[in-house]
């Protein structure tokens, strides 16, 4: 259960857009926030908010995402991922999350996560390897 989290629990996190977080595919005057790096942040920033609430035994996965950039932001600024929680059904949250630069709103994201037992899911991976090994 997601007993430490609630609906309207809230996150935000600052990151400077630096040269990894942008597309290298236009050249250096057309370098821009990358949509994959958005994701990640905006990932991150839901999966910080959640340890912030859950026990020390626990993680959580990505399991939804819903993601619009409607703006380009430039290598050097700030951006802004701001995460609210919009539900929360048992281990399941999900989150809203707004990302803007120092100037307008970039995109929304929509990002759901499952809540896990890190003992339960090391017993899952370890089964897995085993039978990818086995091949």
């Known amino acids: 259960m997601a007993d ?3 609906e309207g629990t809230e996150r935000t996190n600052n990151i400077l857009i630096d040269r990894g977080r942008c597309i290298d595919h236009m050249g250096d005057d057309l370098a821009v926030y990358s949509t994959p790096m958005m994701l990640n942040d905006a990932e991150l ?7 912030e609430h859950i026990r020390d035994d626990q993680s959580s996965v990505g399991t939804y995402v819903k993601l619009v950039h409607t703006a380009p932001s430039l290598e050097g600024d700030t951006i802004s991922h701001h995460a609210t929680v919009t539900k929360v059904d048992g281990r399941a949250v999900t989150f809203e999350v707004v990302v803007s630069d120092s100037i307008e709103e970039v995109g929304k994201v929509t990002h759901s996560r499952f809540i896990v037992d890190n003992d339960k899911t090391l017993e899952r991976l370890t089964a897995k390897r085993a039978k990818l090994k086995a091949g």
């Open 4 to 6: 430490g989290v609630s």
């Open 45 to 51: 920033t839901c999966h910080e908010l959640l340890a």
